[in-house]
């Protein structure tokens, strides 16, 4: 059972834009996932991995980029688009005192700003990091 909790979000998807990569694969896993697009695998392996290890998670990785980073270069230049879920609140319309609601809401971010956002400030914020996708077009060109 937990194991199926931890595939969830293990997978790549395709449209004619852009590629989706959820964000639990390893560096290591992704190398050998056949799903996952031939051009990323190897951006992965010629660019990344120079700077991260095999066993981080796609996760790991994207929540403590620094800015001016080589790699915040590299996913700037593929627009690269960061699904996250982050805790909000919300006051109801009908509460009285005040009463706040917290709940997770799902945003899209680049990623210039999910480095701006600093590692304490994201566990503050409860943020969890769920998907990359980055533009097809562009990475036909990278390499």
């Not at 590629?19 to 695998?41: A, M, N, P, Q």
């Not at 290890?53 to 990785?61: A, I, P, S, V, W």
Request: charged share 30%.
């Amino acid at each position: 059972m937990q194991k199926t909790i931890y595939e969830d979000y293990k997978y790549s998807m395709q449209d004619t834009s852009r590629i989706y990569i959820g964000c639990k694969y390893t560096f290591g896993e992704l190398l050998e996932e056949d799903e996952v697009s031939f051009k990323f695998r190897m951006l992965v392996e010629r660019y990344i991995l120079p700077e991260a290890d095999r066993e981080d998670t796609l996760e790991t990785h994207l929540y403590y980029l620094t800015q001016g980073s080589f790699l915040v270069k590299l996913y700037a230049r593929m627009k690269a688009r960061i699904k996250i879920n982050i805790i909000e609140e919300k006051k109801g319309w009908f509460s009285s005192g005040g009463h706040v609601k917290k709940q997770y809401v799902t945003r899209q971010l680049t990623i210039e700003q999910l480095v701006k956002i600093s590692p304490e400030e994201k566990e503050k914020q409860g943020v969890v990091i769920q998907e990359l996708s980055v533009s097809k077009f562009v990475l036909a060109g990278i390499m």
